[in-house]
């Protein structure tokens, strides 16, 4: 089967300082990954990691400063840029910014349907935009003529969902779509993905700093570090059996006694964002439990792993292909 979405090699690149102190940080730095059709497939990390970029780019909001992006075999290119052409839609993390407070959310349904001219008549438009709000669990009828604060944040994500699904898009990227609904109502909306992904075998770019919600509803997971993807697999074979030092940490982060309490991971911040991202050799050094000299100049091969990709110098020896 062919993938729906391909990044090969992807960089994105960023200057920040002033002109007597400018520096460049590679906030993407050559990643590689494929979408099946009906997958889900994660890029999680924490804050700083890249993981944002890269949905921004593959979406066309940013350039990209080298590599390439194939949606459906078709190259994105700045004028075709995989949102725009058909079948991807983008979910955001604040519901609540997504719609306008002084317009009723009925209103965005029914202006996308009218400019991707889905229906000929209004019944026929209430009759499409309620038949994809059940998919998300809700109804015309209960959403017609209501403003945003008439819902909860869990509520008005649901909305968001169901007007992505207006134009049958064969991939959604969900970036942090869970962070700001209630902890109680989190896992409503990761069993909605998979839902869709079973029912109408769309595929979800999942992007998260949350392994516990990653590890319920990814097919795949890649762990991003400093714009690298240090570790990619299935997610059975990244979270409970993770290789690269930096998964071992991520994962060993996850509250194991009662996870539906808890969704956040407990990783501390690097005060030292900057330095890790300017670091020669491995990123993860300053932070390694197994730091070598090696790591501390040279920077790891993807290596093969009993088929996961891990990036880290432990493994030189052991690699497979
Ligand atoms: Fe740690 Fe070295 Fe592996 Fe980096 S390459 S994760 S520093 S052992």
Not at 181 to 203: E, H, P, Y
Not at 258 to 282: F, H, M
Request: aromatic content about 8%.
């Amino acid at each position: 089967m062919n993938n729906l979405l391909v990044v090969n090699d992807l960089t994105k690149k960023y200057s920040q300082g002033n002109v007597l102190a400018r520096v460049t940080i590679t906030a993407v730095d050559g990643i590689s990954f494929y979408i099946k059709p009906a997958e889900i497939f994660t890029l999680a990390g924490e804050s700083g990691c890249g993981k944002t970029t890269t949905a921004k780019v593959v979406l066309g909001f940013e350039e990209p400063t080298s590599g390439t992006i194939l949606h459906n075999g078709k190259l994105q290119t700045p004028k075709e840029k995989v949102w725009i052409t058909e079948g991807v839609q983008a979910i955001f993390q604040d519901p609540f910014s997504t719609f306008n407070p002084l317009r009723t959310v009925d209103r965005y349904f029914f202006e996308t349907v009218q400019n991707l001219k889905l229906a000929v008549s209004k019944g026929q438009a209430i009759e499409l935009i309620d038949q994809k709000l059940r998919l998300v669990g809700l109804t015309y009828k209960e959403f017609a003529g209501k403003y945003p604060n008439e819902f909860s944040g869990g509520q008005l994500q649901r909305i968001s969902i169901a007007r992505a699904l207006l134009s049958n898009p064969s991939l959604l990227i969900a970036d942090e779509p869970v962070s700001m609904v209630d902890a109680s109502l989190r896992m409503s909306i990761v069993n909605l993905f998979k839902n869709l992904r079973d029912t109408l075998g769309v595929s979800i770019l999942y992007i998260t700093h949350d392994l516990a919600t990653a590890y319920y509803v990814s097919d795949r997971i890649a762990i991003m570090f400093r714009g690298n993807i240090v570790e990619m697999g299935t997610v059975e074979q990244v979270l409970m059996n993770p290789r690269h030092p930096y998964s071992k940490l991520l994962r060993d982060s996850i509250p194991q006694a009662d996870p539906a309490k808890r969704w956040t991971t407990t990783v501390t911040l690097s005060e030292l964002e900057q330095e890790e991202y300017l670091r020669q050799g491995c990123k993860f050094a300053g932070r390694c439990p197994d730091v070598m000299d090696i790591c501390k100049g040279v920077v790891p091969a993807d290596l093969d792993v009993d088929g996961v990709l891990v990036k880290c110098h432990l493994y030189s020896d052991t690699q497979t292909t």
